[in-house]
């Protein structure tokens, strides 16, 4: 009678394969996060030019500004302009949008201004990764440094100037 010999994988083997599927995960996860950051700032970027350009388009069109609005709130007269969904929706880091309209200086720009809050509170909170997706936003939209420029930290977020009012 003929023996089958049994072909079994090796302890050796085994510790090959784990080791090389340990490389490939740790050259692919870093980089799976890296396009997921970079994506969500296209995201967030590309929401903030289209706000922009509803606003300026408002503004071009009418001669004026829309009044302040609350958080997650389409200010009504931008509604022709922009799908209002937009507004209330939460930010890829997980903020809400908040259009402002200030009368008086804030935040260090020596005149009144209009632009859109990236904010924490009002249903959204930002998220672990998102002062590394805010700082690529800044980079796409303006000058890469969050204390100077169109696009600041403030307490409670991020603020996009979108012009003077």
């Known amino acids: 009678m003929r023996t089958r010999t049994q072909r079994a994988f ?3 083997e085994l510790i090959a394969v784990i080791v090389v599927l340990a490389i490939l995960a740790g050259v692919a996860i870093p980089k799976y996060f890296d396009y ?5 700032a296209s995201a967030l970027s590309g929401t903030l030019k289209a706000m922009q350009q509803a606003i300026l388009a408002y503004n071009r069109d009418i001669g004026g500004w829309p009044a302040d609005v ?4 389409c200010p009504p007269e931008v509604v022709r302009y922009m799908e209002p969904g937009v507004w209330t929706a939460l930010t ?3 903020t809400t949008y908040d259009y ?3 009368a ?3 935040w260090s720009w020596p005149t009144p201004v209009v632009g859109v809050s ?3 509170g009002y249903g959204g909170a930002l998220t672990s990764d998102a002062t590394a997706v805010i700082q690529l936003v800044d980079q796409q939209i303006d000058d890469g440094v969050s204390t100077t420029g169109s696009m ?3 307490n409670y977020g991020y603020f996009l100037k979108m012009a003077d009012q």
């Open 36 to 40: 997921s950051t970079r994506a969500r």
């Open 70 to 73: 609350n958080p997650r709130v």
């Open 152 to 154: 600041r930290t403030v």
């Open 10 to 12: 090796t302890l050796v």
């Open 100 to 102: 402002e309209n200030w």
């Open 104 to 106: 008086t200086p804030q």
């Open 118 to 120: 990236i904010r924490n």
């Open 92 to 94: 890829p880091v997980g």
